[in-house]
């Protein structure tokens, strides 16, 4: 039966690893953009609709591709009208993961079973809406209530992290909450009037006047040191492929270029932008961080959109650039130096599982367990098929067994159910695995396998402070 307590548990001993095994670990959000000033003041939100809608870029997606007009997706719609679009186009999100999402968060959440569609809108959006209001939906205790463990947000370079601090110092809360640091924004040189900006945000923040590549990488680091100071342990960056490795040199004159507001090629831009990334990554090595590179991802794709709605608002999709050649460098570079930090890799195109899989491996240190990650199916891929493609993948040529698991990647609150389809996605393919008599029905083994994939991993890997 849909969502009944073995969906998609489709073999017995599916069944047994999930229940057993993988249902009750905490959740260890490692990658998210949920935003801190909602924890830190331990946000309420007006409606359901703001709740749940607010934000989603998949669900954004899908209401466009049902044809309903953009003043009920990103618009100035009034809350009941964006709900009952959303609920009259869920029925037609049938294949997708959304229908099994949205309900999924409903019946997690709001205690809700019913099939949510035009008929009966109106009875759950009232019903969601009488419990936002009271204190249980408050974030906080949304976090609590799906056994949420630790969470890492992600942050710019430029952030005052008082937010973190907020929840740091208060003794009510038990959830860490720890910053992550990605300095994408360094990498848009060819953009001078953005970056300059950014680059004057950085001289303030980090009160160090920035007239030369070499004082740009201090004030990078002394924000980093900000940022290790308040727990952060990871950092992160999102680029569609990886940059060629650029030089120390050629980097200060393309920095002397852009900072007086003259665009440097694409060509310069690149190579800036790779010697900026290979001095981040000893930055990292030398603190003991992980470096996370999300790859892949072709943004803002309609100009028109852009131009009207601004970015990150539903646009992107995934990209084919080759990334073997740069990536192997990058990594060669720094691992030659013994300075290549912990490393997540992810791409977007699952055309590229297996070869990034065999990359990882190729730099593996022999010191620490499963020191170069390949990162768990992301964004157009976080659905069954992409999660046992990837992990498929992942157990042809690396290690599944050390793998750190499932990531949120998520700007809502709602979307903690996500780690729960994946643990079940993971019990599937193990129980399949069994019943075809690939591996044995060795419940010691499989347990473990489990409990670290789902975990354990996690917490070992990153080396963050859990609350007791």
Known sequence: MFLDDNFLLDTDTAVELYHAYAEGPPIFDYHCHLPPEAVSENKSYDSITDLWLGGDHYKWRALRAAGVPEQLVTGDGGEWERFEAWARIVPTTIGNPLYQWTHLELRRYFGINDLLDARNARKIYDKCNELVKTDGFRVRRLMERMNVCLVCTTD???????????????????????PTFRPDRVFRADDTTYWNNWVDRLAERSDIDISSYDELMRAIESRADDFHAVGCRLSDHGIEAPFPVG??????????????????????????????????????????????????????????????????????????????????????????????????????????????????????????????????????????????????????????????????????????????????????????????????????????????????????????????
């Open 247 to 468: 030089t120390v040199d050629e980097a200060r004159k393309t920095f002397l270029r852009a900072r007086r507001g003259d665009a440097p090629s694409p060509e310069q831009t690149h190579r800036f932008s790779g010697a900026v990334l290979l001095e981040l990554g000893r930055i990292y090595h030398a603190r003991g961080w992980v470096m996370q590179i999300h790859l892949g991802a072709i943004r803002n794709n309609s100009r028109r959109m852009l131009e009207r709605l601004g970015p990150d608002t539903g646009y992107d999709a995934i990209a084919d650039s080759m990334i073997a050649g740069n990536l192997v460098a990058f990594l060669d570079e720094l691992d030659g130096a013994d300075q290549l930090p912990k490393t997540i890799l992810y791409n977007l195109n699952p055309r590229d599982n297996e070869m990034l899989a065999s990359i990882v491996g190729s730099f593996q240190d022999g010191r620490t367990p499963g020191k170069m990650q390949f990162g768990s199916a992301w964004w157009f891929n976080d659905q069954r098929d992409g999660m046992e493609r990837q992990m498929t993948a992942l157990a042809n040529i690396g290690l599944l067994s050390r793998f750190v698991g499932m990531i949120t990647d998520s700007r809502s609150f709602l979307s903690y159910p996500r780690h729960e389809y994946f643990r079940r996605v993971l019990c599937r393919l193990l129980g399949r695995w069994v019943e075809d008599g690939e591996i044995p029905n060795d419940s010691g083994l499989l347990s473990r396998l489990v409990g670290d994939v789902c975990y354990r991993n996690a917490v070992d890997y990153f080396g963050l402070e859990l609350t007791d």
């Open 156 to 178: 710019d370079p430029t952030d005052d992290l008082a937010h973190h601090r907020t929840i740091a110092a208060d003794p009510s809360f038990s959830i860490p909450v720890y």
